[in-house]
């Protein structure tokens, strides 16, 4: 397994040289000066703007540009953004955290609503109970983010009051060293409570699909031979679905979290605007907007790795889930 | 298997213990202002866009200040005297003034931050608004004298905007960090930055123009207006800039909070090629703005976020002209001026515009104005970058943009009209020697009379000339909490807490 793991890392670095040479050619590719947005409408001048270009290097060859940005990334050196004259790991690393709060507290929120409703739609077959969460799975996946995230705010922010509409003041692991250290669980609850709409209205749409996922997977592992034996020699019908069927009907569902994962984190751009949360989206989005080179070029590989690691966990948590399954 | 909803009842407990009641209330003695957006940098010198400006200029402060009126006013300078050439300014500072880390301000201060501004290594955005500075002079340890390479009035202006005073010592001390934790002589003192969340400022107790009466304000970040809104509602924020349109009708009457608007110091404009045909005639162009409806676009898109323009001056500008009057809707005469210029069978026009919902609204109805001429619209949707960069090398026949500045008419005019700024911002390629001229006399003229007759003439030629159709003036919105005292928006459209011109924002709550 470690010499898998060790080989699988190993292939990350031509993956990520692809990705670095498509994003970096791309994003210059596409119009926009970030000279010109970058010291504004009304004070640009033509000289300037050549001065510019040239003080910060976008007046060489896109190849010359791209071995100069590489020899960087070697030392872990992302460069500075054009817009704030920053550096861009320090922006990303500011950033991240939130993001991967948020996404990883969609998908607890995805599984703790889905798989127990999966499961119940699936012994419940063709009941009341099934249409139900075929229904609302559905909607789930029709919903658009924008649209839920804005109609949860006037429902529980503004019209019943219960949750704060936006932000995060706190973190949830600052919240948790808080009630460690001094006992004080008001800055979790602080955190807990700015979390709960965001998480909700990103993990909806997982909830939705994992869902019918985990229906049709106990649907399909229920009929199996080995569970009728379960239940010949007596054991209880719940130990019968949750140690011998739902951990088999668990593999596909591991597979659509860890790819869904990476999806998230891009998917949050949205959520984390209108819940004006703290992360990486937005920060995606201006650079782009701002035809911030090194920022885009900076994000969509950070990403890229995080995205490349959680397949992987996936694929070392299929061995966990079933013993079958080994790697050489 | 009867044990299931069980589950689900655990599930429930889970999520609720996550959802604790009401966020608790803010403490007395803060504002919450909710922005658009999240600052980009602290430094003064290296920013350009508005949100940073609203922050920083809370905490450091310029020679000259505007006042609510535009009108320039003593800052860190208590007066200031012009030598009869008009190119020397001589500015007397504030004695006994201290920047917030306890060292004192002095004329070393002034000069170091005006000239690295002006240094290109700096790569500055502000340089451009400073340019006519030859030279910046300690005179002793309170003076300082400003040299323009030519008279230029404008500059009081450009200094209350542009050139806000960092702290030698530190500024050289701190380098980049100084973005992330400015110090200055302002009202407010640097908190913290918590990066896309929240920056918080503490009242500076020593300020020279009286301690704020707030403790503490806190700008927040939420790009999406309606919510900025519901939070403003819910309580979660005191003051929020740029109100969603389709609520503004319904807050006018709201008794939870109180509605402000200011028409900036903007024009929103048509812009022609005048380099290619068939722009370059002027009847044709005169024609556009004749057939075009600008009430019914407003009306229907913008409603009541602007006002009607009749040229690039607002009606907030000093040299406004409230008996001028634009070119009047009139589609018969439309008609004829393009016959005249032999195109009363029409032509195709290619229209290029930035992604925007309002933008994408307003074309069909100019398509449909437009098509009795026989002239027909193709849109063209870019994104804003592109446009720009479009602009900038006169790659287009006719677009639609804006133009926002400070409140100086030079400002407004000088870089889109003059001849001298062709292949710079004067996009539409226009030249008009008489235009040029009374441009560059309203630089070097201090007699303000004079200057409001020299500018409603050049806007009277610009207007005639029509580079571009003037839609309208954009007005800048903003919503308080009942509870908020004494906010008034600023002409240039920014967030101004606390002058020592009667300016102190607060708070009424217990």
Redesign the interface.
Known sequence: MGRYIARRLLAMVPLLFGISVVIFTIIRL?????I???????????D??V??RQ??GLDQPIPVQYLKFLRRVVTGDLGLSL????PVSR?IR??LP?TIELTLAAIAVAL??AI?AG??SA?RKYTVVDTAGTVAALLGISMPNFWLG?ML??LF??RL?????????ESLVGGLVTLVTTGDPSAL??A??H??LPAVTLGSALAAVITRLTRSAMLEVIGQDYIRTARAKGLP??RV?LRHALRNALIPVVTVVGLEFGALLGGAVITE???????IG??AI?SI???DFPVVQGVVLMIAVVRICANLAVDVLYAVIDPRIRYQ | ?N??PA??VA?GM??A????????PAPAGLLRVGME??P??M?PG?S?DLYSHQVYSHVLEGLVMLDTQGVPRPALAVSWTTSPDGRTWTFALRQGVKFHDGSEFTADDVKYAIDRILD??T?S?????LSQIAAVDVVDRHTVRITTRAPFVPILTNLATSAYIVPKAAHTRLG?DF??RPVGTGPFKWVEW?????IVLEANPDYYGGRPAMDRVQF?????G??RL??L??G?VDLIAGVPAPDLRRLRVSLLVDLHEVIGTNYRLIAFNTSVKPYDDVRVRQAIAMAIDKKKLVDVVWQERAVLAEGPLPPTSWAYDERFRGHPYNPTRARQLLAEAGLAGGFEMNYLISESEELRREAPLLIDMLRPLNITVKVTV?????L???L?RAEYDTLRVG???NPEPD?LLY?PFHTS?I???NFTKYRNPRVDELLDRGRTITNQAERVRIYREAQRLIVQDAPMVFLFHEKRTYATRKAVVGFKPHVSGWIVLKTPYGIDVKTARP
Do not use: C, K, N, Y
């Open positions: 596409v119009p926009g000066d970030p010109v947005i970058m010291i504004g409408v009304e004070q640009a001048t033509p300037e703007i001065r510019l003080v910060l817009a704030s004259d920053e922006l500011e950033r939130a703790a609503i127990p499961v119940v012994i804005v705010i006037f922010a503004l009051g219960w949750l704060p509409a936006s932000g995060r003041p609850a602080t807990a409570a979390l709960v019908g719940p679905v605007t209108i819940f004006a949360w703290p992360g937005r920060l201006r907007f701002q035809r | 298997m044990r299931w589950l689900f599930t889970v999520l213990l996550l959802a604790p009641a009401t966020p608790a957006a999240q980009t940098t430094d290296l350009t290109p290594a790569r955005p502000q340089r451009g608004a980049r973005a992330r918590v990066p896309e969340e929240r927040r970040f939420i790009p999406e309606s919510v519901a939070e509602e819910a979660g870019v994104d804003f970058p592109t720009l960069q479009r900038l133009w926002t500045t400002s870089s700024a292949g710079g911002f």
